[in-house]
C-alpha cells in the first residue's frame, strides 16, 4: 500500500522566506503526484500535479515542485512567501496502473507573518 | 460552472445516532469520493462512487456507507455515531476518476459533531 509522509507538521516564516515542504512517498511503482492548498475557510484546491515529463512543475501562484524518483519525494517550493499563502498544504499520491485510491500526507500548516 | 456542494454544513448529533451526508459533484462529473478530515490523520479515503456502483473502498468499518444516484449526486450514511466520528467529511469530484491524474475538485465539507 501507497503512504505519504510530510515531514514539516507547522512552518512559521516572514514574508519574502523562501519555502520548501517536504512531502515523500512510498510506493515502487509509477505515482501520479499532487499537491493541495486548503486557505482559511474555503474549500481544498489544486495547487500543481505531476504524471510525466519534466519533473519540475510550475502551478499556480508561484509555486513548484520536484519530483525526484530516486528520493521517493515531491517537495514544494516557493522563492518568497506572502501574507497570503498562510493555508494549509497536503500531498498526495495516487499509483498508476494498479489501485487508484489518493493518498494524502497528513498536511502542513504555513503561517507568514507580515 | 457550479463547484461541488455539500449539505449540510454543519451538523451536531448524539452517540448512536445516524447521520446521512449528501454531495453534488460540478455538472458533468461521474466520480464522487468521500474523505474524512481531522487535525491528527488528515484527509482519509472512505470511498468512491462512479456510474452509481463504489470502485474504491478505504478502510473504515461498515458503519459508514455511501450511494450514488444516476444523477452523479452521492450520500454518505453514518450509523451508530461514537465520538470518533467528529471531523469534516469532504467530498471530491472528478471527470472520471478519482486516481491516475486526474484534478479532484473539493467542496467545502461538512462539519459532524458527536456529542
Known amino acids: 500500500a501507497q503512504s505519504v509522509s510530510q515531514h514539516n507538521h507547522h512552518v512559521i516564516l516572514s514574508e519574502a522566506a523562501s519555502l520548501e515542504l517536504g512531502c515523500n512517498y512510498s510506493?515502487?511503482?509509477?505515482?501520479?503526484l499532487f499537491w493541495y492548498v486548503q486557505y482559511p475557510g474555503q474549500h481544498l484546491q489544486l495547487l500543481l500535479k505531476?504524471?510525466?515529463?519534466?519533473?519540475l512543475v510550475k502551478g499556480i501562484k508561484g509555486f513548484e515542485a520536484e519530483f525526484i524518483k530516486s528520493k521517493f519525494s515531491f517537495n514544494l517550493r516557493k522563492p518568497s512567501v506572502q501574507w497570503s499563502d498562510t493555508a494549509e498544504y497536503f500531498c498526495?499520491?495516487?499509483?498508476?496502473?494498479?489501485?487508484?485510491?489518493?493518498?494524502f500526507g497528513r498536511g502542513t500548516s504555513l503561517i507568514v507573518h507580515p | 460552472k457550479a463547484g461541488v456542494t455539500q449539505t449540510p454544513r454543519y451538523l451536531i448529533k448524539t452517540r448512536g445516532q445516524q447521520v446521512t451526508l449528501s454531495c453534488s459533484p460540478i455538472?458533468?462529473?461521474?466520480?464522487v469520493s468521500w474523505y474524512q478530515q481531522t487535525p491528527g490523520q488528515g484527509l482519509q479515503f472512505l470511498f468512491e462512487?462512479?456510474?452509481?456502483?463504489?470502485?474504491n473502498k478505504g478502510n473504515f468499518p461498515g458503519r459508514f456507507s455511501g450511494r450514488q444516484f444516476s444523477n452523479s449526486r452521492s450520500e454518505m450514511n453514518v450509523s451508530t455515531l461514537e465520538l470518533g466520528d467528529s471531523a469534516l467529511y469532504l467530498c471530491?469530484?472528478?471527470?472520471?476518476?478519482?486516481?491516475?491524474?486526474?484534478?479532484?475538485?473539493f467542496g467545502p465539507g461538512t462539519r459532524l459533531t458527536v456529542l
Open positions: 471530491a469530484s472528478s471527470l472520471t476518476t478519482s486516481g491516475g491524474h486526474n484534478e479532484q475538485f
Open positions: 498526495a499520491v495516487t499509483a498508476s496502473g494498479g489501485s487508484y485510491i489518493p493518498t
Open positions: 510506493y515502487g511503482g509509477t505515482v501520479n
Open positions: 505531476y504524471f510525466s515529463g519534466d519533473p
Open positions: 462512487y462512479f456510474s452509481e456502483t463504489q470502485r
Open positions: 455538472s458533468g462529473h461521474r466520480s
